[in-house]
Structures are given as structure tokens and as C-alpha cells.
């Protein structure tokens, strides 16, 4: 079975960049749709993005279109999610999830396959 594994979190200052990963392993990418959800303290997760597998196009939520960018790399069995700049307010645990489906694609039910998350802390 595919397992996921995010990586690249870490503490920023406002304003400042980070790229985080997501790499399968025990499978390969392809095929797969890639979400990137986020949970803030003593909030719910939330959908931010995700990237078909098929067509490669991207879906953002608002709150991060325009400063943050999905992408893939099938070859390396690698999602990532480019953030720039940050807000404290994007500090949260960041998780990449994966699903076969191409639909519903803003709700956690629709991913089975799911990370153990990677801390962004937006702080001067």
C-alpha cells in the first residue's frame, strides 16, 4: 500500500517562503490526486489545494490562490506546495493527501491515502 510522508516545514518569518513535499512510497504517483489540507490550532483541517493526477490541473482555495502553488514531479513520486509570502495566519499542520477520484476534490472523505503532517509557523 502507498504510504505518504510530507516534508519542508519549519519556522519563517512573515513575508518569507517555504516549499513543502509530499513523497509516496510503496506505490508511484501518477495516478494519483494530490490535496494539501492544513489544520491551525483548535481549528478544523481545510482544503487548500490540490493537483489532478490525469490533467495535472490545479484547484486553489482562496485563501492561499495566488501566493501558493501546487505542483508534481511523477517521476520522482513527489508533490510539493510552494508557499509565498506567508502570514502568521498560514501557520498550521500542513498534510498532503492522495485519491484515485477527480471530483470532490475540497473534502477530506474523498482522500483515503493521507500523511502524518509537517509544522509551518509563520513568526517574527
Known amino acids: 500500500q502507498a504510504h505518504f510522508v510530507e516534508s519542508g516545514g519549519g519556522l519563517v518569518q512573515p513575508g518569507g517562503s517555504l516549499r513543502l513535499s509530499c513523497t509516496v512510497s510503496?506505490?508511484?504517483?501518477?495516478?494519483?490526486?494530490i490535496g494539501w489540507f492544513r489544520q491551525a490550532p483548535g481549528g478544523e483541517r481545510k482544503w487548500i489545494a490540490c493537483i489532478r493526477g490525469s490533467t495535472k490541473s490545479e484547484t486553489y482555495a482562496d485563501s492561499v490562490k495566488g501566493r501558493f502553488t501546487i505542483s508534481r514531479d511523477d517521476v520522482k513520486n513527489t508533490a510539493y506546495l510552494q508557499m509565498n509570502n506567508l502570514t502568521p495566519e498560514d501557520s498550521a499542520l500542513y498534510y498532503c493527501a492522495a485519491t484515485y477520484n477527480t471530483v470532490l476534490l475540497t473534502r477530506e472523505g474523498t482522500y483515503p491515502y493521507w500523511g502524518q503532517g509537517t509544522q509551518v509557523t509563520v513568526s517574527s
Open positions: 510503496g506505490g508511484t504517483l501518477d495516478h494519483y490526486t
